[in-house]
T-cell receptor, first 115, second 115 residues
């Protein structure tokens, strides 16, 4: 397995357009996380899936954002009616189980630029 | 509220010099602590983690970190820096929720290495 992959790596869109990002986690991992990282900041938690169930959403995830993980494998993050403030790096991570000390493996991220 | 601070936004060191990156956390219970590194265009890679036991933790690439409960600190050290260590470094604390592990990242410290 080559790790967590994300597609696309870069996306430039005009304000008001919809965008969708994809994350493919490590195959045996049942936990999947989405984070957003703005310039000069650490990643901030957006949402969490255990298998196909979305169990937690941050207040950062406005109603323009939606995430899915059909069949508990890959996940998509969609942003509707993009705004310039949505410009950021969107990171996906996966882990095999919880317990605090278990590592989350991160993908390379999708950099979104809204013009 | 749980939080992580990294007092140094940017550090510059000469190649071969020693390095210490500071991290302070705020968390009521026994913390699970991580250090991640992010190179340009790359995802976050785990350097090391602490969750119990010996307070001096060894990681990859010659890094180590020391957990000091009395100071709420988890500083990262390396005795001799290589040019390839230039990157962004993030300290993180894991908050164990009912259904998932929430990772709270610090703002990061950018490391530059002078040849």
């Amino acid at each position: 397995d080559t790790g967590v992959s994300q597609d696309p790596r870069h996306k430039i869109t005009k304000r008001g357009q919809n965008v969708t990002f994809r994350c493919d986690p490590i195959s045996e991992h049942n936990r999947l996380y989405w984070y957003r990282q703005t310039l000069g900041q650490g990643p901030e938690f957006l949402t969490y899936f255990q298998n196909e169930a979305q169990l937690e959403k941050s207040r950062l995830l406005s109603d323009r954002f939606s995430a899915e993980r059909p069949k508990g494998s890959f996940s998509t993050l969609e942003i509707q009616r993009t705004e310039q403030g949505d410009s950021a790096m969107y990171l996906c991570a996966s882990s095999s189980w919880g317990g605090g000390e278990n590592e989350q493996y991160f993908g390379p991220g999708t950099r979104l630029t809204v013009t | 509220a749980q939080s992580v601070t990294q007092p140094d936004i940017h550090i510059t060191v000469s190649e071969g010099a020693s390095l210490e990156l500071r991290c302070n956390y705020s968390y009521g219970a026994t913390p699970y602590l991580f250090w991640y590194v992010q190179s340009p265009g790359q995802g976050l890679q785990l350097l090391l983690k602490y969750f119990s036991g010996d307070t001096l933790v060894q990681g990859i690439k010659g890094f180590e970190a020391e957990f000091k409960r009395s100071q709420s600190s988890f500083n990262l050290r390396k005795p001799s820096v290589h040019w390839s260590d230039a990157a962004e470094y993030f300290c993180a604390v894991v908050v164990m929720k009912t259904s998932y592990d929430k990772v709270i990242f610090g703002p990061g410290t950018s490391l530059s290495v002078i040849p």
